[in-house]
């Protein structure tokens, strides 16, 4: 995929990009804030540095769209194979050296980025703690039958006769571990983990389809 030119201008046969740090430097220098421009530098310099390490951790389906540059996409996975920390450390700085070059729309993207995975994360918990409170309230014998009554009524396309059949061989397995001698290693009945996933799956369709 081609590269879009970056956006910027000449200065005395020097092409300076849009949000580069000469860039900002000649903004300052043209307002006489010359005094300030180091500190405010630095600061985006770290801040450039932290995004790149966050970088990092993004999964592929999501860096792959971004169409990086080349040179920063190698420095990630270098970064990666190194092992000692001094080595680790000017790596990490090679990678903030490379983030202040990329332009505002660039960087605006990873941030977006970083941002779909955080919120992609979160619902994925939550869907997780959802469906584990369905399914002990599914099982607990105080609060089985409105439980169960409850769920019919709002994912009606459940399989009623399945749903049915693993949370009753649920409460006996259930049961029966409760009689287990003291000291023994709790198990997880299977019938426990297929009520979880029909739950959990049973959500995620609804979700989907909202």
Do not use: N
């Not at 081609?2 to 005395?12: A, E």
């Not at 920390?85 to 990678?95: A, L, N």
């Not at 059949?165 to 397995?173: F, H």
């Amino acid at each position: 995929m081609s590269r879009k030119p970056k956006r910027g201008y000449y200065v005395r046969g020097q092409f300076v990009a849009e949000g580069s740090e000469m860039d900002l430097e000649l903004k300052r220098q043209a307002k006489g804030d010359t005094d300030t421009s180091k500190t405010d530098l630095k600061r985006e310099s770290e801040a450039l540095q932290q995004l790149g390490q966050e970088l990092l951790t993004l999964r592929a389906g999501l860096l792959d769209p971004l169409d990086l540059p080349e040179r920063l996409l190698e420095a990630l996975k270098e970064y990666k194979r190194i092992t000692d920390f001094e080595g680790g450390r000017r790596q990490m700085q090679y990678i903030g050296k490379l983030m202040r070059k990329l332009d505002d729309e660039e960087v605006a993207a990873i941030r977006t980025a970083l941002q779909v995975q955080r919120d992609g994360s979160a619902a994925e918990i939550a869907l997780l703690h959802q469906a584990e409170h369905w399914r002990d309230r599914l099982i607990d014998a105080d609060t089985h039958d409105a439980a169960l009554s409850e769920w019919l009524t709002q994912y009606p396309d459940t399989d009623t006769q399945q749903l049915r059949a693993l949370v009753r061989q649920a409460r006996k397995d259930a049961e029966a571990a409760a009689k287990q001698p003291a000291g023994a290693a709790p198990r997880q009945a299977r019938s426990y983990r297929e009520l979880f996933q029909l739950v959990k799956g049973q959500l995620l369709t609804m979700e989907d389809g909202a």
